[in-house]
Every structure is written in structure tokens, then in C-alpha cells.
């Protein structure tokens, strides 16, 4: 297997996506695995995909043999999908869009993203999310028309599954980023691309394998509940069973890794994940919210990251 330098830069996600890893990937690579480290874990297994940061930094830098990534968001498992495979159409449909938005008033804009958000949802239901049409390449431009201009980047629907962030008022928003599409686009070519609950991912699953398990977060408190990234939420009940699934992996021989957010923030005395995740290694590393409406509440918080593995670089208990 092929060594990459390490100073090669990593590939970014082309997509804005709330909970985004990309500020924590130097606490991760501190924690990665030792046989990841000296290229003995020929496959890499991410269930919750997101923004794909975990996976674009290391797919590339440690030459995995197959990537199996998943996620229950169908309109990102299209999107993926799309960037893999139809990558040159889906940047000359961006093209087009970018090149009308910003030959529009700053009051014509508002009208653009509103109609386009209009048009991503009433095409909802008329989409197959299972086999591919050549409608997904226009969906996934859409959708990435919208991460770009909408505000906070944010992907969140409502009860019906409907897109309904309001517009971001950028003044000139990355909307088409053809370096960064054409780089994901090669590094998923050795990607399988399922969507799914994420136990869909454990037939990929084997002593060669290590496992990045990013779920939705447990909210720290109810106001900072966000549950929209689909339409089903993800309950303490989810958590629970993905604390069982994160034991059947380890049963298993892989190497995985968790992160959530760390409910002690918020009260010292509540033990949740240090009960679910009781016998493996909890760490509590300093993240900063990207995300919230009250500015007094976006400051440095901890967060979590669980191993099924000693990582000899422990920061708390």
C-alpha cells in the first residue's frame, strides 16, 4: 500500500454541514489508531457521512484499499453520489447558477435562492432516491446552491422533510468551488456509497476496519436542540442503540472512534455517554460552536471522543 506524504493537503468537504469536524481533526489524528497510522487498516467505514470531513482528510493520506460511507440524509447520499460519478456536469450546472446569481441586484437574489429553494422541495417527491436519474445532478447543484447562500450554511428540514432555511444575505458566496469538486470527486472513487440507518454499514465491517462514528448530537440542553438535519431526529434511544453497535464493532476486531458532545457542559452531574461508554476511553477535547442564534452562547465547549482502543493521549477521565 502506497504511503502518502504527509504534508499533501487534505481534500475539503464541498458542502457546509452543522457539526462539521474539520476544527477537530488535529484532536482526531492525535487519537487515530496506531495500526491506522502504519497503514495496517486496509478499510475505512464512516456511517453518519455529514460534511465528510473525517473522511476527505484521511481517505486520501492513508491510501485506504475501500471507503464505505453511509448516512439516512437521502439528499446528501445523492449528492455524494453525484460528485463521485457525474462530477463535469454537476460543476457546469453550478456554473450556470452562479454566473445568474450574481448578475442579479442584491433584492433579485433573495428572489433566486427562494424560488430554487421552492422548486428543491416540490421536486421532492418526484424524486427516486434509489436509482440514479440524471435529475440528481440539477438536485445536487441545487442543493449545494443552497448550502452556499442560505444562512449559517445550515442543512435543516421540517416535519415534512422540506429545505427551509432562509436565505444568508452573502455578499459573495463560494457557490461553484471546481478545485474542491473535482478533488472529492477522486477521492470517493474508491467509495461505496449507501444510505441507510447505520447499522447498513456492518456487513462492511472487519478486523481490517477502522470505523468513525459521527451521529447527530445529543442536545446539550433544550434550546440548543437540532434535530433537523432529517426528518427523523435522532433520540437518546438512537444513542442508546448506537452505544450497542459501537460494542458489536469492537466484538468484531475493528477500531472505531466516536464523537458526540459532552452533556457535563451543561450539568456536571449528568453521566450519560461516561454510563452508555462505561470501560472504554472517553476523552473531553475543546471545540467551539459553529452554530447558535444567541451569541453570548457560542464560546469553547468540550466535546467527546470514545475509543474502543488506548490512544495514549488522554486529556480527562
Known sequence: MTIQKSEEKAVKPFLKWAGGKTQLLAEFEHRFPRELKDHRLSNFVEPFIGGGAVFFAINKKYGFETAYICD??????????????????????????ETTFFETTAEERSLLYYKIRENYNNNKEKTDFLHYHSTWVQRTAELIFLNRTCFNGLFRVNSQGWFNVPFGSYKNPRILDEQTLKEASESLQNTEISLGDFTTCERFVDSNTFVYLDPPYRPLNRTSKFTGYSKGGFSDSDQV??????KTLDHQGAKVMLSNSDPKNEDPDDSFFDTLYAGY??????AKRAINSNGDRRGEISELIITNYPTNYSTSG
Open 281 to 286: 476511553p472517553i476523552d473531553r477535547v475543546p
Open 241 to 246: 442503540r448506537l452505544a450497542e453497535f459501537f
Open 72 to 97: 439516512s440524509n437521502e439528499e446528501l447520499v445523492i449528492a455524494y453520489r453525484v460528485v463521485k460519478a457525474k462530477v463535469d456536469a454537476l460543476i457546469d450546472v453550478l456554473r450556470v447558477l
